[in-house]
């Protein structure tokens, strides 16, 4: 199992920036395919991006296209969530997700505890 750890959430006003921050133990990391998810009071937790092992493919919901990037340094075992253009409805608690590959299911891969993001009206 891959240990994994958030950090960078806070609050924000609309239109501003965050980067989300992912730092992962042991070994594995390289051999493992990264994601983001995020829960909203009340909502299901929803897929948000996504990047393979080497990080030459990269996924995203339709809801974030454009605005956020995802993105890994597999010397520092850490992925990234660089969220810009941020919108109210983007406020949740955003989790990270490592698992086998892109196309596995989530809920068989390992879970931080998450970052609570804020975004202010």
């Known amino acids: 199992q891959v240990q994994l750890v958030e950090s960078g959430g806070g609050l924000v006003q609309a239109g501003g920036s965050l980067r989300l921050s992912c730092a992962a133990s042991g070994r594995t990391f390289r051999s493992r395919a990264m994601g983001w998810f995020r829960q909203a009071p009340g909502k299901e937790r929803e897929f948000v991006a996504a990047?393979?092992?080497?990080?030459?493919?990269?996924s995203y919901a339709d809801s974030v296209k454009g605005r956020f990037t995802i993105s890994r340094d597999n010397a520092k075992n850490t992925v990234y969530l660089q969220m810009n253009s941020l919108k109210p409805e983007d406020t949740a608690v955003y989790y990270c997700?490592?698992?086998?590959?892109?196309?596995?299911?989530?809920?068989?891969?390992?879970w931080g505890q998450g970052t609570q993001v804020t975004v202010s009206s």
């Open positions: 997700n490592a698992r086998l590959r892109m196309s596995d299911n989530p809920a068989m891969g390992s």
């Open positions: 990047i393979s092992e080497s990080g030459g493919s990269t």
